[in-house]
């Protein structure tokens, strides 16, 4: 199957079926579906989401950006919608990011905050995933931080290797190498810190790598962090019998 999909009027969608763990088994095609923001989705591509089999999507946002681009149109589609903000309803998206930014240098350091302080936040939105019939695309803006973030957890706590989601988080990368000239383009004009503008649209491997190590080190493994944020082990056994073939 083919894992980046076509959907007009969505950038940066993938599949996370077909990755390969490391008992032996692979991730199933149709279960978890990555992507971008989906407010622009033309009709046409509704419809190639619903052909897809996609029946749930859980949006990462924060308020005020679903406030200026809504799912509107999900709202009269036979699709479930789930709106779970990853920063929680006090914090939007730009001052998650002046927090962190402040504090740290390197990407992965922006998602290691996050994966601190967003637990209960992280524990939502995996119910949701669970409780969800599978078919579930889960977005944020880029489809790469927030959502790049889920899909390593979702695809850890199932055994896939670390430098496969990792090679995973870095397609984005090739999905907005038009837009990047042209966003930074315009951040030059708006008289932006082009450095971290360049650190932060990067979706360089090594940013997942440290990113799970992270997670092994402070927390003993992915599952042992989510099972700290509240997910059960049940929820865990779940997950695993519906993506894991």
């Not at 409780?131 to 579930?136: A, H, I, R, T």
């Not at 090739?174 to 708006?190: F, T």
């Amino acid at each position: 199957m083919n894992r980046i999909l076509s959907v007009e009027g969505i950038i940066n969608v993938r599949d996370l079926g077909g990755f390969p763990t490391e008992d032996g088994y692979s991730t199933r095609w149709k279960v978890f579906v990555r992507a971008g923001d989906t407010c622009k989705a033309s009709s046409e591509g509704r419809q190639t989401l619903h052909q897809y089999g996609i029946k749930t999507i859980i949006d990462l946002r924060d308020e005020s950006e679903v406030e200026d681009f809504p799912n509107s149109w999900v709202q009269t589609s036979d699709m479930g919608y789930v709106h779970l903000p990853l920063f929680g309803d006090q914090l939007s998206k730009s001052e998650v990011w002046q927090t962190t930014s402040e504090k740290h240098q390197y990407l992965h350091e922006h998602y290691t905050y996050y994966l601190d302080h967003c637990q209960p936040q992280i524990a939502a939105i995996f119910g949701a995933v669970i409780e969800s019939v599978p078919g579930v695309l889960f977005h944020c803006f880029m489809g790469k931080d927030r959502t790049g973030l889920i899909a390593g957890l979702l695809l850890g706590v199932v055994g896939v290797p670390a430098e496969v989601i990792a090679d995973d988080y870095a397609q984005t990368g090739q999905h907005y190498a038009e837009l990047i000239p042209q966003w930074r383009a315009k951040g030059v004009e708006r008289g932006e810190n082009m450095a971290i503008f360049d650190r932060d649209v990067a979706s360089a491997p090594e940013t997942m790598v440290e990113t799970l190590a992270y997670i092994s080190t402070r927390y003993g493994g992915v599952e042992d962090y989510l099972v700290g944020c509240g997910v059960g082990v049940d929820q865990i056994g779940t997950l695993r019998e519906r993506f894991v073939e």
